[in-house]
């Protein structure tokens, strides 16, 4: 946003910060939903060019639903179905690290 939108909406009240101030968030906290959503993103990437997500989620002993969250960034899903879920389409270690890595936190 520039500078001048910010100073005007200000002036009309308005109280302007980034979503982990709204939310009042840790570092911590910002960055591990940062890496969460970086590795559902590549999830969904990888899987779609290996498998469908019933095959994915019989493979990690799962359902549909849950691999479709686990792509969509919901709360609710664990690191831990995460990277269980990318070693499952065959990402390598490595690969993981990578992509945490590269979210920026790390």
Known sequence: MDQLKKERLEAKGWKV?????????????????????????????????VMTQVELAERIHSSQPRVAKAENGDASV???????AMLATGASL????????EAGYV
Do not use: C, D, W, Y
């Not at 980034?18 to 590549?42: C, D, M």
């Not at 664990?78 to 269980?84: A, G, H």
């Open 78 to 84: 664990s690191i831990e179905l995460l990277i269980r």
């Open 17 to 49: 910060g980034t979503v982990s101030e709204f939310l009042e968030l840790t570092p911590e906290e910002n960055a591990l939903i940062g890496i969460k959503l970086a590795l559902s993103r590549s999830l969904k990437a990888r899987r779609q060019k």
């Open 94 to 101: 490595q690969e993981i690290g990578k992509v945490i890595a």
